[in-house]
């Protein structure tokens, strides 16, 4: 994959140990969805993103009232859901690149020694804080205005995130790891995998706070697959490598997946059975570690969409309303009732003019530099 043209860099470079925490640090482009009123251009409606040229009515609480066809509208502009990055770590912000090709998944990120956690341990607060606020800035600066993340450190850790989010604007699912403190202090808890010990205790924890439980299962091989569903949790991370019974319960007991295709890539694990898994539950899209890629939706949709067997309006919806509906979030489609959490695209730009088909020029060549406006 390309990176991003430099046109993309003056949205989101600062100086980070001067970035504040009041929102006064939050890319131009971005604003607030109560300020919308009416967004026009060729607009990709609903679940399945029907092109429709016309106008999005915004009300003042930032919810879409209504979508108007109109064919007097300019139909340059392109408009649709923003992006739900449904797995990461923001916290490897600080090392990114970090390791090598020759070092293994458990060498890489496996708790408690693997490098990334070292490298966690090592960095002190306001290094990482600054860091996962840039991180955070570049994702809403390409359209990201959710993400669920698995945060390291316990409480602190915890505390951390919502320093580095603070005044932004994002939905920002955080799910504790370690403790159940960590849990208690999120909106839930992020399992590392069930051969990583024993999470009976913090699930019925979870379970009795109501708040959500997730776990990577199946990344490098299918063995920690079964015990992880038996923690019945709210969604499975990663799904490499799952047996037909292991698709057979997904569908019959519902779990939805989050997939990483290029992490694992870096990873060596393999690539995930994408065209079984959207067969059988509601697959999302996420970037993971930041520390091996970049937390960018638009290169996950690309690459996803280019290695796998799966049609554009698929990864959009896994970038979209599927991460959405996993996170609990009122976005992620471009309808009535809706958050009007929209992306805009400029589809006169060098790179999108001239498309044949939007859904697929947003999914496999859109990026940053495409960008005119966020509304979150």
Known sequence: MND?????????????????????????????????????????????????????????????????????????SVVLPTFVNAHTHLGDSIAKEAGSREMSLDELVAPPDGLKHRLLRAADREEMVGAMRRSLRYMLAGGTTGFVEFREGGVEGVDRIEEAMAGLGLDGVVLGRETEDAMHAANGFGASGARDGDFDAVREATRAANKTFGIHAGERDPDDLTPAMDL???????????????????????????????????????????????DRTTVALGTDNVMLNSPSMFREMEFTAKLTDTSAAEVLRMATLNGAELAGLNCGSVEPGRDANLLVLDGDSDNLAGAQDLVRAVVRRAGHADVERVYR
């Open 4 to 76: 991003e043209p430099a046109e993309a860099d003056r949205h989101t470079e600062s100086d980070a140990r001067g970035a504040t925490r009041d929102g006064t640090d939050t890319p131009e482009h971005v604003v607030a969805a109560a300020e919308a009123g009416a967004v026009e251009g060729t607009i990709l409606v609903g679940p399945d993103f029907e092109p429709t040229v016309g106008r999005v009515v915004v009300g003042d609480e930032g919810r879409i009232e209504a979508v108007e066809a109109d064919d007097s509208v300019d139909p340059t």
């Open 232 to 278: 019945d949790p709210e969604f499975l991370v990663h799904v490499v490598h799952p047996e037909p019974g292991h698709l057979d319960r997904i569908e019959s007991e519902g779990f939805p997946v989050v997939v990483c295709p290029r992490s694992n890539l870096v990873t060596g694990v393999g690539v995930p059975p994408l065209r079984d898994l959207l």
